[in-house]
């Protein structure tokens, strides 16, 4: 019986031993059990951890970039901001460099219009607001118009900013107008025309007030009689200077060039025979008295003077130049024009004869002369008022004394002087832009002594065209502000500082 105890204690206590062991098993089993996969989240062989860690980062295909069409870029020629479909955005912090610093810009440069002469006070557009623009995007001012030479490539020598209270106009304020050419599409150019109302007060239509802008061919033939038409671009350009308190020199009634050739034929026919002469002093008295009684009507006290007949003499002043107007109406063409003009011009309007090589004066070849000579004859009548040197310059001739010579000798004929389309030639390059500032410096020197002291009696001034790549002579820099719109050494020259 003990020993059946004993033997029973035994097996009763291995039993207690092995279901305990069971269970430590399955609890240690549940400890080290694998995690499982998920599919779909997880990638094959990849946890749910690794797969969460993987959902906080943004695939590579898919990182935010800045997309290479939107880094900052200048902006294409001939675009200004306006246009530009970025305008006003931020363009990034590009340092400026030394050559475009943000002050040398045209928005910077360009202030508004001072008064003076009544002429009203140009509000300036507000400076935009967003972060600074790239400065090598500073854009250039619209390309001329058609039928001009290109533009430039050359780099403006650097140019302090145009200063508050500089201006041409109000330099030669009691002295003499200054005004520059200007043609409808600166008015598209909002930079354009902030300067022209800053630097002048006097302004002359490049091409729009010629013949063949006015003329009317298909009108002509219908009605068998001369008929103009202004266009819309010549109005443009007369209401805005109207709007802005600007005078006008008219340009131009009788000339050779840009005067149609069937307006000399019958029937105003290109392939008409020329007409009579009593036809064509029909024609010309009907064009001069329409052209006149429009602009007094419309703008009346506006326009100060007009150039009657332009370039009537040949190139060296050897005689008349050979032109429709000379073969019907013989050299009294000029005469019978004044006297037309002077019929229907409103009292207080001059009358001028414009020319170019008006300087030239040398053996027999005698254009000066032959203008003297003309003034003379046209003040017999009180026909004319004063003689337009055109004035298209090179740093090399005419000499400065023998320009501000002839400006004397026209004036001792009792009559006024304008220098009408003023530019000077020079080469494209740091030494050319010197001799150009050191040429005007003597001319505008001595013309402003001889002013003031009575010697001459100049009335205008007007540099044709507002900036270089806006000239007829674009590549050989010519004017008194770079492509930029930024004074040049020679716009320094003219303001005598």
């Known amino acids: 019986m003990g020993k059946s105890k004993r033997t029973l204690g035994i097996i009763t206590l291995c039993f207690l031993l092995a279901f305990c062991g069971c269970a430590d098993k399955r609890e240690t089993g549940s400890e080290t059990r694998p995690e499982a996969s998920v599919t779909g989240e997880a990638g094959e062989g990849q946890n749910v951890s690794e ?16 997309p290479t ?27 400026p460099t030394d050559a475009a610093e943000p002050t040398e810009t045209p928005e910077s440069t360009v202030t508004a219009a001072p008064t003076g002469n009544g002429k009203p006070t140009a509000t300036p557009k507000p400076a935009v607001t967003a972060a600074p623009q790239k400065p090598t995007a ?7 118009t058609e039928g001009q030479k290109p533009t430039s490539t050359s780099t403006p020598i650097p140019t302090q900013s145009v200063k508050l209270g500089t201006s041409l106009y109000k330099r030669y304020e009691g002295y003499f107008y200054f005004g520059t050419c200007v043609n409808a599409s600166y008015l598209n150019n909002s930079k354009v025309t902030e300067l022209v ?33 202004v266009p819309s671009n010549t109005k443009k350009i007369l209401d805005w200077a109207k709007k802005n308190g600007l005078k006008v020199r008219g340009h131009v009634l009788v000339w050779y060039s840009q005067t ?14 020329l007409v009579s002469r009593e036809e064509m002093l029909s024609r010309m008295e009907s064009y001069i008295k329409q052209v006149l009684n429009y602009c007094d009507t419309n703008y009346p006290g506006m326009f100060y003077a007009w150039d009657v007949v332009n370039e009537a003499f040949t190139d060296d002043g050897t005689g008349y130049r050979d032109c429709n107007w000379y073969k019907i109406l013989g050299e009294d063409y000029i005469t019978e024009a004044f006297r037309f003009a002077r019929k229907y011009a409103s009292a207080g309007t001059k009358l001028f004869y414009n020319d170019f090589n008006t300087y030239i004066n040398y053996s027999d070849k005698l254009k000066t002369t032959r203008i003297c000579n003309l003034v003379k004859e046209l003040k017999k009548e009180n026909l004319i008022d004063g003689v337009g040197m055109q004035a298209h310059l090179g740093v090399s001739y005419p000499s400065a004394d023998d320009f501000v010579r002839t400006v004397t000798t026209f004036s001792n004929l009792g009559v ?60 050989s820099t010519p004017l008194l502000f770079d492509d930029n719109l930024k004074p040049k050494a020679a716009y320094y020259s003219v303001l005598q500082q």
């Open 138 to 144: 500073t854009p250039k001012p619209s390309r001329p």
């Open 197 to 229: 109302l800053e630097q002048f007060n006097s302004i002359t239509c490049e091409n729009e007030m010629k013949p063949d802008a006015l003329l009317n061919q298909y009108q002509c033939q219908a009605q068998g009689k001369v008929v103009i038409t």
């Open 260 to 273: 149609p050739d069937w307006f000399f034929r019958e029937g105003f026919r290109s392939n008409g025979a």
């Open 51 to 66: 797969a969460a860690a993987g959902a906080a980062q943004t695939p590579t295909g898919n990182a935010p970039q800045t």
């Open 416 to 475: 006024e002087v304008q220098i009408t389309e003023l530019d000077v030639m020079t080469t494209a390059n740091a030494s050319g832009w010197k001799q150009q500032a050191d040429y005007l410096d003597r001319i505008f020197s001595a013309l402003e002594k001889n002013d003031r002291t009575g010697v001459c009696n100049l009335t205008s001034v007007s540099v044709w065209g507002i900036a270089d790549n806006y000239s007829w002579r674009a590549e």
């Open 69 to 95: 069409g939107n880094a900052p870029q200048e902006l294409p020629t001939g675009v200004s901001p306006e246009q530009s479909p970025t305008a006003g955005e931020p363009t990034g912090t590009t340092e």
